[in-house]
């Protein structure tokens, strides 16, 4: 919607506003806080900020918890003094919109078969906002992307996760630099979901059996758009108090919680689904985490319809899609045959199969007594689609996986890919979004997925690109300086340390963002290998380099922790004072912040580790650059002129070797291509050939690493051949 369409609407609202009552217009609100169809339109978070702008960001910018601190007359007199009735109106509308135009959607006209049978979604995670913590990184916050662009390009789906009350830690870092976690309680009563009700209206628990007794889990409804979010929670009295606490965390406990937890998600998630009523069409098993799902499908349908074991699992397996999303060997996970047997005993006694037999699906070679049961095994035999997140991704998998099929040869190894996107609407700051409306036209956002709109972007003005993105790293400096000193405060350091903090960096200077899981694969601490280099790079006084950090390693990864303690102390080295600063607490609100502002996103993982990467392609739509290793979704994005790469793409079979090269290669890169780009200025001071980097960062990957074109191939090259029927195809390539 643009500004004029909002005036012209005022003045049609005017007359009748006065007359919606206080509770009425808290209503309005309080439907719209509940479904998180409100995360992804600017108008709408805007409206909520804009109802009291401190509290909003205090409370995490949870619309819910904010109008929990309102009455409807308070409600309604902050509306009156801000000019809000009309556009709480418009955007009540919007919504309700939305949820009911569901036949001019994409979906309804591509999905036919899937119509009245939806695909079901299995995640372990959800990063849908920063204000619903059920996510701890790139898995979930691309669980997230899938639903939202299936929500607007009405795929028929529902989605299938944990509630985890307490989520991720919060970080904080100690005097030291190290990496203190902290969980909270999530109060459920702020957060947008109610108890999801089965045909008889009655709430649901679902009951799951293991050697040990029985485990009770009860449902939640998600609203994200048009898709239901189911969430399974084990905090329901029955359950042992151990046993309640199942699902506080996420990625947190022993092995054996999280083979409970992952019972839950697989197992649990389709008895709800069949208690909800649902016909699934297609399971889609997002990472192993949710592999025993196909297990109790093909009970149900044993049950149902007297097959045979063999026969039901071969259909089952016909329905279902695997995506595996890491070469990451403790990616995947692994239990031994006391823990399975424990929890999936009593379902095999139901399919009538032997623990040798059961092992075996989790076995690469099924006879091997000293294997242990694979999650990602299994996915891979319990599914006929299975893919990869990148195409390089799909390469190293079918390598890494071709024992599952000796009498194969690589290329034949029925693992495809479909490469990772972002859903454009989260990530996409609201000056740049104005900008496409100028010059893509007003109607780009409809076929966002579509790269001949994204052409338009030749034509701008490279001024008013360069502007906006001035514009949008003033912004992120703000963040960082009211973060840092926030920090700093915290660490009780000294008065003048806390004060330097609100100036810390230089809205002119070369700005690097480096955010993610500190992995040791992903080598943040790559750089100290030529630190005094660097220290040169940083401190040149015509062409200065500022860096921004942040990322979470996991509570139980030491080297992790100890890589944050390295980089975040460098504050106290001079040569980087002010220059390099590590934001504590990497979620959501924090990666917007910084894709939206950073002149450049760096990325150097030890490739082929990284499967994908996304946070990258968030950073294209606000037209940042990309300098990365050729790994992940980059390996096939970079064309040459459109960012920068670190290295050629090759990689040594000596780990210190690949690391030695990986650093020279970097800091040549840093030093005769980006640096001297980005000061290279015309007479009007801008850096035009940087500008036509950006520009053609854009053009070439804004839809291609879209969220939208990504749902689009799943559903064509995965949903509607396993819903279908065909047989033919086994591989997505
Ligand atoms: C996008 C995102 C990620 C994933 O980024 P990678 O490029 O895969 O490292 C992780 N965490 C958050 C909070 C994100 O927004």
């Not at 830690?169 to 030291?176: R, S």
């Amino acid at each position: 919607m643009n500004t004029t369409e909002i005036e012209m609407q005022s003045d049609l609202d005017q007359t009748n506003w006065t007359e919606i009552t206080p509770r009425a217009l808290y209503d309005k609100c309080f439907t719209l806080a509940h479904n998180l169809w409100w995360s992804w339109h600017p108008e709408v978070v805007s409206l909520f900020r804009d109802l009291d702008p401190v509290k909003w960001r205090k409370l995490d910018h949870n619309p819910i918890a904010l109008l929990s601190e309102m009455t409807p007359e308070e409600l309604a007199a902050r509306a009156a003094e801000m000019v809000l009735y009309t556009r709480i109106n418009q955007a009540h509308r919007r919504l309700k919109d939305y949820l009911s135009r569901t036949t001019h959607t994409w979906g309804a006209r591509h999905t036919g078969v899937l119509g009245s049978k939806p695909v079901a979604y299995f995640s372990a995670e959800f990063g849908i906002h920063e204000s619903v913590p059920i996510y701890s990184g790139g898995l979930g916050v691309l669980s997230g992307d899938h639903i939202k662009s299936a929500s607007s390009l009405g795929v028929p789906l529902v989605a299938i996760g944990l509630f985890y009350d307490q989520g991720y830690f919060k970080q904080h870092l100690d005097t030291d630099g190290y990496q203190q976690e902290e969980y909270l309680d999530t109060k459920v009563e702020n957060l947008p979901m109610k108890p999801a009700l089965g045909p008889d209206q009655q709430p649901i628990t679902v009951k799951i059996d293991t050697r040990d007794g029985q485990l009770l889990a009860k449902v939640w409804l998600m609203q994200v758009g048009r898709v239901n979010l189911y969430l399974l929670d084990c905090d329901v009295e029955g359950n042992s108090p151990q046993d309640r606490e199942l699902t506080s965390r996420l990625y947190g406990g022993d092995h054996r919680t999280r083979i409970r937890q992952e019972l839950v998600l697989g197992v649990g998630g389709v008895k709800a689904l069949r208690a909800l009523g649902i016909t699934v069409g297609v399971y889609h098993l997002n990472e192993g985490h949710s592999a025993f799902a196909p297990l109790e499908v093909v009970h149900q349908r044993m049950e149902d319809d007297g097959l045979t074991f063999d026969d039901a699992l071969r259909e089952i397996a016909h329905r279902t899609v695997f995506t595996t999303h890491t070469p990451v060997p403790a990616g995947h996970d692994r239990f031994d045959a006391e823990l399975i047997e424990e929890h999936l005993g009593p379902l095999r006694d139901q399919l009538g199969i032997s623990a040798e037999q059961l092992m075996g699906l989790g076995r690469v070679e099924p006879q091997n007594e000293s294997e242990s049961f694979c999650m990602t095994v299994i996915g891979l035999k319990l599914s006929r689609r299975a893919n990869a997140v990148s195409s390089l991704h799909g390469h190293v998998s079918r390598g890494m996986w071709a024992h599952l099929w000796p009498w194969r040869v690589e290329e034949e190894i029925p693992i495809g890919h479909i490469t990772n996107g972002v859903h454009i609407p989260s990530w996409l700051a609201f000056p740049m979004l104005q900008l496409y409306d100028r010059n893509l036209g007003p109607g780009w956002q409809k076929e966002m997925g579509d790269p001949a709109i994204w052409e338009g972007i030749y034509n701008v003005d490279p001024g008013e690109l360069w502007e906006t993105h001035h514009a949008l790293k003033s912004r992120l400096l703000d963040f960082i300086r009211r973060r840092y000193s926030r920090q700093c405060r915290r660490r009780n350091e000294e008065d003048h340390i806390v004060e330097g903090a609100r100036n810390i960096l230089d809205p002119n200077a070369l700005t690097i963002g480096f955010a993610r899981r500190f992995a040791t694969y992903k080598r943040a601490d790559l750089f100290f290998r030529l630190l005094d280099e660097l220290a040169e790079l940083v401190n040149d006084p015509q062409r200065p380099v500022q860096f921004i950090f942040a990322g979470k390693a996991h509570p139980a990864d030491a080297p992790g922790k100890e890589l944050i303690r390295k980089i975040s102390n460098l504050r106290r080295d001079p040569r980087f004072t002010g220059r390099m600063v590590f934001i504590e607490d990497y979620d959501i609100n924090v990666a917007r912040h910084l894709v939206q502002g950073v002149d450049i996103w760096l990325n150097n993982p030890r490739r082929p580790m990284e499967a994908s990467g996304t946070s990258g392609m968030k950073v294209v739509l606000n037209g940042g650059l990309n300098c990365s290793i050729l790994d992940g979704w980059w390996a096939e994005a970079f064309n040459g002129k459109n960012g920068f790469a670190i290295g050629n793409g090759n990689q040594h079979v000596d780990d210190e070797i690949t690391d030695s090269r990986d650093v020279e290669n970097l800091m040549d890169v840093l030093r005769n291509e980006v640096v001297s780009l980005f000061y290279d200025r015309d007479l009007d001071g801008l850096p035009r050939q940087w500008i036509e980097r950006m520009i053609e960062s854009i053009a070439t990957c804004a839809s291609r690493f879209s969220a939208h074109r990504m749902v689009i191939d799943y559903v064509e090259n995965s949903y509607l051949p396993a819903a279908g029927g065909r047989s033919s195809d086994m591989s997505i390539r």
